[in-house]
């Protein structure tokens, strides 16, 4: 995401519409790294990044590396001009799989800004997944680190169409760097920018930003895959505009702010908004593997005002925060995404906050976002609804987003017509429409045709999310669970009762004796019956799972939403997605439940 810069004056507030709206007569082109172009011009000794680097467990050994704003303006300037040098040019697509660092930063603004289509991917999503990602983006160049380099070769990612190789190896030069290309097969980065005479423009001269038409390919994002195969986004400029207005206007970024970023897309923006991203020394697709002493020391030395944090990542901090009494005076704000976050964990970390400062939760995906978002202090209000099986609230849609819901279907709806609306209060499947939304997944029709409703009153895709939940009429979004979780049961073949996973599992969560559940559906004599998988609360012990079973029935029987659910099982680790390590994988529990169950 990313923001229109702001500063005291108007200087670097260019109305985005004047470069994106494809009714205006004015210039219809966009590229985001504009925004740092003009933090560069406006603000250019002020801090952009700040990468924290740890060696060994204490805090005494903490070291942060740093770079202002007209640094990596200049930095990413001299990496465009070293990349076409290099043979990669506008248009052509790179795999960049680097570690958050400064090089990773002045990497992708050098890949926008020469038009160059960085592929990104969470490695965590498996061997296999990601060879497949890169066999159907096919791209032309990969960068990379050297394990990222060794495991190309190892596996044989992309071996089809991968022409360019680029070793990112952290600055090493000389004999280190020689070392690191024989082991890699590739040119090393600080060969390369080495290497180009010192009189070329490079050294000399601004790179001339390429432009793109708003709706042009600018990035392929994949997803993760945790509710089936990884797809590749297409993102253009025009949506990373939007994502920019909605961060400044909804969320009220301002420049000269600074970001705690644990996830790296989120960090890309902080210097495109004129915030600096701080960037703590964690595994970002392991986020609760995270130090959280780490994580704290780096928001008290820049004095954050933002953290963005995913759910799992908000329970450890939380938690952390609640054992040491620490507290955290100087963020302004707290923005979660990535799956929902569970109404005790934001109550436990907002302890750690000044009073009235909320935490912001943000509905979207990777193929829109972000959508809807409703603060903490609001949420809190809707505590009894969501425990009664009423949905997660997750508030009220940003500026410019149209929300509808329509019947639950796996049929492909090719052209959106405004019958297909259902009232408010009734579930079905939420369909998305606004600027930020994306357009096609990247070689993928069959997903696109699935996924996308045309609209020709507005010449726009609206896009299916895939997720269940109704409008209450004050326009507020509930969230009741991803469509291929619901579970139909049945009785003689035919439908006799649906159960919405969201609802179902957090009346179970308030059982004393439940840290989590989890609804799956599982095949009985030919029949799909409701079953929830329970993982326990740690710090509690449950000997007589059969007594609980009991206890749980009852409890059912007390909601419409869970009545005659009479199956559960105890498991005990749920497996979780590898991005945001929060949405339970439900697939995989289906099959384990499975196996379990007994005609």
């Given at each position: 995401?990313?923001?229109?810069?702001?500063?005291?004056?108007?200087?670097?507030?260019?109305?985005?519409?004047?470069?994106?709206?494809?009714?205006?007569?004015?210039?219809?082109?966009?590229?985001?790294?504009?925004?740092?172009?003009?933090?560069?011009?406006?603000?250019?000794?002020?801090?952009?990044?700040?990468?924290?680097?740890?060696?060994?467990?204490?805090?005494?050994?903490?070291?942060?590396?740093?770079?202002?704003?007209?640094?990596?303006?200049?930095?990413?300037?001299?990496?465009?001009?070293?990349?076409?040098?290099?043979?990669?040019?506008?248009?052509?697509?790179?795999?960049?799989?680097?570690?958050?660092?400064?090089?990773?930063?002045?990497?992708?603004?050098?890949?926008?800004?020469?038009?160059?289509?960085?592929?990104?991917?969470?490695?965590?999503?498996?061997?296999?997944?990601?060879?497949?990602?890169?066999?159907?983006?096919?791209?032309d160049a990969f960068i990379g680190i050297p394990k990222a380099h060794i495991a190309r070769r190892l596996f044989g990612w992309g071996k089809g169409t991968i022409k360019i190789l680029l070793n990112v190896d952290g600055g090493k030069t000389g004999f280190a760097a020689n070392l690191n290309s024989m082991a890699t097969g590739a040119m090393s980065l600080s060969t390369?920018?080495?290497?180009?005479?010192?009189?070329?423009?490079?050294?000399?001269?601004?790179?001339?930003?390429?432009?793109?038409?708003?709706?042009?390919?600018?990035?392929?994002?994949?997803t993760s895959g945790s509710t089936g195969t990884p797809k590749g986004v297409v993102y253009s400029h025009g949506m990373f505009e939007a994502q920019i207005q909605a961060l400044k206007n909804d969320y009220g970024i301002t420049h000269g702010e600074r970001d705690l970023a644990t996830f790296p897309l989120f960090s890309l923006f902080g210097p495109a908004l004129g915030m600096a991203s701080i960037v703590p020394d964690m595994d970002a697709s392991k986020p609760i593997t995270a130090n959280p002493d780490f994580l704290f020391a780096a928001i008290d030395k820049y004095q954050c005002s933002n953290i963005f944090v995913n759910?799992?990542?908000?329970?450890?901090?939380?938690?952390?925060?609640?054992?040491?009494?620490?507290?955290?005076?100087?963020?302004?704000?707290?923005?979660?995404?990535?799956?929902?976050?569970?109404?005790?964990?934001?109550?436990?970390?907002?302890?750690?906050?000044?009073?009235?400062?909320?935490?912001?939760?943000?509905?979207?995906?990777?193929?829109?976002?972000?959508?809807?978002?409703?603060?903490?202090?609001?949420?809190?209000?809707?505590?009894?609804?969501?425990?009664h099986g009423g949905g997660i609230c997750v508030g009220y849609a940003i500026d410019g987003v149209n929300i509808?819901?329509?019947?639950?279907?796996?049929?492909?709806?090719?052209?959106?017509?405004?019958?297909?609306?259902?009232?408010?209060?009734?579930?079905?499947?939420?369909?998305?429409?606004?600027?930020?939304?994306?357009?096609?997944?990247?070689?993928?029709?069959?997903?696109?045709?699935?996924?996308?409703?045309?609209?020709?009153?507005?010449?726009?895709?609206?896009?299916?999310?895939?997720?269940?939940?109704?409008?209450?009429n004050q326009g507020r979004l509930w969230m009741c669970g991803r469509k291929a979780h619901r579970v139909d049961a049945t009785l003689k073949g035919q439908l006799v009762k649906r159960y919405y996973s969201i609802p179902c599992e957090r009346i179970f969560n308030t059982h004393p004796n439940v840290k989590r559940s989890a609804l799956v559906g599982v095949k009985v004599a030919n029949e799909i019956e409701p079953l929830v998988?329970?993982?326990?609360?740690?710090?509690?012990?449950?000997?007589?799972?059969?007594?609980?079973?009991?206890?749980?029935?009852?409890?059912?029987?007390?909601f419409s939403q869970t009545q005659g659910i009479r199956r559960f099982l105890i498991h005990p680790d749920f497996p979780v997605d590898v991005r945001h390590n929060a949405k339970i994988f439900r697939e995989k529990l289906a099959v384990w439940a499975q196996a379990q169950t007994k005609g």
């Open positions: 995401m990313s923001t229109l810069l702001e500063t005291t004056g108007a200087a670097l507030d260019i109305p985005v519409e004047k470069e994106v709206n494809a009714d205006s007569a004015m210039v219809c082109n966009a590229n985001i790294c504009r925004h740092l172009k003009q933090a560069a011009h406006a603000i250019p000794h002020h801090l952009a990044v700040a990468v924290q680097t740890a060696k060994g467990a204490s805090l005494a050994n903490l070291r942060y590396s740093e770079l202002d704003f007209i640094s990596l303006d200049k930095q990413s300037d001299g990496i465009a001009f070293a990349l076409n040098a290099h043979g990669i040019t506008r248009g052509m697509k790179a795999v960049l799989m680097v570690t958050p660092s400064l090089d990773f930063f002045a990497l992708t603004f050098a890949l926008f800004k020469a038009g160059i289509i960085p592929i990104l991917v969470d490695p965590g999503m498996g061997i296999k997944n990601l060879k497949q990602c890169f066999a159907e983006a096919a791209p390369l920018l080495h290497n180009i005479p010192a009189q070329s423009s490079a050294q000399k001269s601004q790179y001339p930003m390429v432009m793109l038409k708003p709706d042009e390919m600018a990035a392929i994002l994949f759910p799992a990542l908000l329970e450890r901090l939380g938690r952390a925060g609640e054992q040491k009494q620490h507290k955290l005076p100087s963020v302004q704000r707290v923005i979660s995404a990535g799956a929902p976050a569970t109404i005790g964990s934001i109550a436990r970390f907002s302890q750690m906050l000044s009073p009235g400062v909320p935490v912001l939760n943000s509905y979207g995906a990777t193929e829109s976002l972000p959508i809807s978002m409703i603060a903490s202090d609001e949420l809190f209000a809707t505590t009894d609804v969501t425990d509808g819901i329509i019947n639950i279907s796996e049929a492909i709806i090719p052209q959106w017509d405004d019958a297909l609306l259902l009232k408010n209060g009734e579930i079905g499947e939420i369909v998305v429409q606004g600027p930020m939304v994306s357009q096609s997944y990247y070689q993928r029709d069959s997903a696109t045709a699935a996924a996308k409703i045309w609209d020709s009153a507005t010449n726009s895709v609206r896009h299916r999310m895939g997720d269940l939940g109704y409008l209450d998988c329970i993982e326990l609360d740690q710090s509690l012990v449950c000997n007589k799972s059969q007594l609980l079973y009991q206890e749980l029935i009852i409890l059912a029987e007390q």
